[in-house]
């Protein structure tokens, strides 16, 4: 109830002055709870090119309680789970370090940063981590083919249609809604 | 593994046989200040007070007022010595984990640099109190009607009392944080402080907050740690450090009662090392399927197969059927192990068979770990049912009473009998898991004959103790219980201070590393 206010500002914020490379769309207009973006990726990286899906789930604690973020298209990234949903690692949002007046809009650029610039010191995905370390060839190669496979037709935010490879990669509980209005388990008024 | 089900319900009279009360006051405070001293209760020759027991060690249990008042007296030293408030003293020694040396030392060489790590940034102190400032609008929630109440941190972060009061209740509550929740501003790292909390929190959140400050006392300090048992709210002194602990198995005692070992806070697992232990629990659960069918409550007589359920701790099993007496454990005829040595704790291993195809070795290995296996269960089981039976022991010492005229003193010696059944079958069913891992040497002839002897003696007392209440008034059985009883204790003694030397000393060799890659016992957090 409270926390309306303020992410009704944020939302006009990201849709009015939006951040570079970033799209964010409310998929079901009740529900405030569940954001809908498409991360560009950054030009002067191996994602150039590509459209990501990302979707960003408010906890009803928003903002005392950090938001968790998805990604719905497949990423070849050290810092992402290669699979769907992609689970990204990102400082700002563990628990301990998330702080309430932290916006939205930050957060989302801290993961576009993220594409500029992999943290294999910290990586979900070890082997990626791996590659990308010893043999970056390989590493930009493997991403840019991601990228051509995954990352360029229009944006799914459904994980289990996200690619072609992986039907059926979702995993319980982390399915994200999708643009039609069924299911409205987080809208709050 | 059911580790949490052998609390001693009572430990008494008979404890103090084996676990001298002075234990517990030896070693002055100075010795358990902070980190960095050197490893004296290792070498039993530098303890000048006492010749200790190498399988003993130094250990002090507290009350929950004791470790308030160590608390407060840490706080007011600091107090003093740096001339800062004591909600400043209690701030920076929780920032510097209680260690008041490196504190005062640090606070000294460089007083703002500490203050700021700290969060107790001097600049801009300002009233701290709840107030309406016009214009206002919190960052936070965005509200910004007039009239609302804010209040604003030593930084001057200031947001509204509601979502302070929500943040606060979110790490509080929601992350069980309390030493070092810091401004909920993004990139300010100053620490709220206690007199800040005071104001912005109700009651209840007050509560559970210092309720996570001590806690935090216990849980920062490497040789302090709760006593794991439900609902004890003790603590545990203990010099003994973790790259210690491949030389020695630190069991301690609480003052409610529980035993458990220091160093990984498990139930005391003496004479195992805790690596060993730990890697053994995880084998046992891995191989859950053979165990289970190992630990099955019943068996078949070896003789007429009719089914036999297994009711007490004794290993003695008569089939109710054929009356056929036989070994539990090893299934073989009770004669010959009551009179002579008997074979019961030792694998023999098949020497000269070369097992040549893996199939075979495989087979070998698992045989071996049964072996091994089925002897640490069986006493684990027993442990279980002697507690059982130990809650009958009261009521039996009633009967008992009734029956022969004794008195309640006088029929004690079966709670003594009770508590020395379970100590000992504690200790011979962690014997069996560090024969496991031991490897062949000139020295573990000497421990196989240690722990024969004890579980000869365990198994003779374990029958005695389950003769019917008639045979029980028999003056001579009660001499006779009272001397096993005591010879039980004092093998317990002989084999744990047989292997604890030899570990301080390096002298076991065994089949596995003991330097655990990535144990971590540490402090169990606990509600
Ligand atoms: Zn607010
Ligand atoms: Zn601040
Ligand atoms: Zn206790
Ligand atoms: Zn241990
Ligand atoms: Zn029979
Ligand atoms: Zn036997």
């Known amino acids: 109830m409270t926390s309306n206010k303020r992410i009704t500002k944020e939302l006009a914020e990201c849709t009015t002055h939006p951040p570079v490379g970033i799209t964010v769309t409310l998929p079901n207009d009740s529900d405030l709870h569940t954001w809908h973006v498409i991360l560009d990726g950054p030009e002067d990286s191996v994602y150039a090119g590509g459209k990501f899906g990302l979707v960003v789930k408010l906890p009803t604690e928003y903002p005392f309680k950090a938001p968790t973020i998805t990604f719905s298209t497949r990423i070849y990234h050290p810092n992402v789970t290669n699979d769907s949903p992609g689970n990204i690692c990102l400082g700002l949002l563990k628990s301990d370090k998330w702080k309430p007046s932290t916006r939205l809009a930050s957060v989302l650029e801290s993961v576009r940063a993220l594409l500029e610039e992999p943290q294999p010191e910290d990586p979900l995905e070890a082997r990626i981590a791996d590659e990308y370390r010893t043999d970056r060839k390989e590493f930009e190669k493997n991403a840019r083919a991601y990228v051509q496979r995954y990352a360029k037709g229009p944006v799914k935010f459904d994980a289990s249609s996200a690619g072609p490879a992986d039907g059926n990669a979702s995993q319980p509980g982390a399915a994200t809604a999708t643009a039609t209005a069924t299911g409205s388990g987080g809208s709050r008024t | ?527």
């Open chain 2, 1 to 527: 593994m059911d580790t949490d089900d052998d609390f001693m319900s009572n430990v008494s009279s008979d404890e103090d046989m084996i676990q001298d009360d002075s234990d517990n006051e030896v070693s002055g405070d100075e010795d358990f200040g902070f980190d960095d001293e050197p490893d004296v209760y290792i070498d039993s020759q530098k303890d000048v007070e006492k010749k200790k027991a190498a399988y003993e060690v130094n250990y002090k249990v507290y009350q929950p007022s004791d470790v308030q008042k160590q608390q407060d007296d840490l706080v007011n030293e600091v107090n003093m010595i740096l001339d800062i408030s004591r909600e400043e003293a209690a701030i920076l020694l929780r920032h510097f984990r209680w260690n008041k040396e490196r504190l005062i030392e640090d606070y000294m060489d460089r007083p703002n640099q500490v203050l700021d790590a700290a969060g107790l940034s001097q600049s801009s102190v300002r009233e701290l109190k709840i107030r309406s400032v016009p214009g206002f609008a919190c960052d936070i929630c965005c509200e910004d009607e007039p009239g609302l109440e804010s209040f604003a941190l030593k930084c001057g972060h200031r947001y509204c009392v509601d979502c302070y009061r929500q943040y606060l209740s979110q790490k509080i509550l929601g992350e069980g944080e309390a030493a070092r929740i810091q401004c909920p501003s993004e990139g300010c790292n100053l620490i709220i402080d206690a007199r800040s909390l005071d104001i912005l929190v109700t009651p209840e959140l007050t509560e559970r907050y210092h309720e996570l400050l001590h806690r935090t006392y216990v849980e920062d300090k490497d040789n302090l740690k709760w006593c794991p048992a439900p609902d004890c709210e003790n603590v545990v002194e203990c010099a003994v450090k973790k790259k210690d602990l491949d030389r020695i198995v630190p069991a301690v005692a609480c003052l409610c009662g529980h035993r458990f070992c220091f160093g990984c806070a498990l139930n005391d697992h003496q004479p195992a090392p805790c690596e060993l232990v730990k890697r053994w629990l995880k084998k046992c659960a891995d191989d859950s399927e053979t165990a289970n069918w190992i630990s099955a409550n019943t068996k078949e007589c070896p003789k007429c197969n009719s089914t036999i359920e297994k009711n007490g701790g004794c290993n003695h099993m008569t089939c109710r059927k054929c009356k056929h007496e036989f070994c539990w454990m090893c299934m073989g005829l009770w004669s010959e192990h009551g009179t002579s040595w008997y074979n019961c704790n030792r694998y023999e291993e098949k020497s000269g068979v070369e097992a040549r195809d893996a199939q075979a070795r495989s087979r070998i290995s698992l045989e071996r770990y049964l072996h091994y296996y089925n002897r640490y269960a069986n006493h684990e089981q027993s442990a279980r049912l002697d507690k059982d039976i130990y809650h009958k022991t009261e009521k039996k010492m009633v009967q008992l009473q009734k029956e022969s005229g004794m008195s309640w003193i006088e029929v004690q010696y079966l709670s003594a009998a009770s508590q020395a059944l379970q100590m000992c079958r504690q200790t011979l069913m962690w014997t069996y898991a560090f024969a496991f891992y031991l490897a062949r040497n000139n020295l573990t002839e000497i421990f196989e004959d240690n722990q024969k002897d004890l579980e000869m003696a365990v198994e003779a007392l374990s029958e005695m103790f389950e003769r019917p209440i008639t045979s029980l008034a028999d003056p001579k059985l009660k001499v006779e219980i009272m001397d096993k009883t005591s010879y039980c204790n004092k093998r317990r003694v002989i084999l744990l201070e047989d292997t604890a030397q030899n570990l301080a000393e390096g002298r076991w060799t065994f089949n596995t590393d003991l330097i655990g890659s990535s144990s971590n016992g540490g402090p169990s957090v606990r509600r």
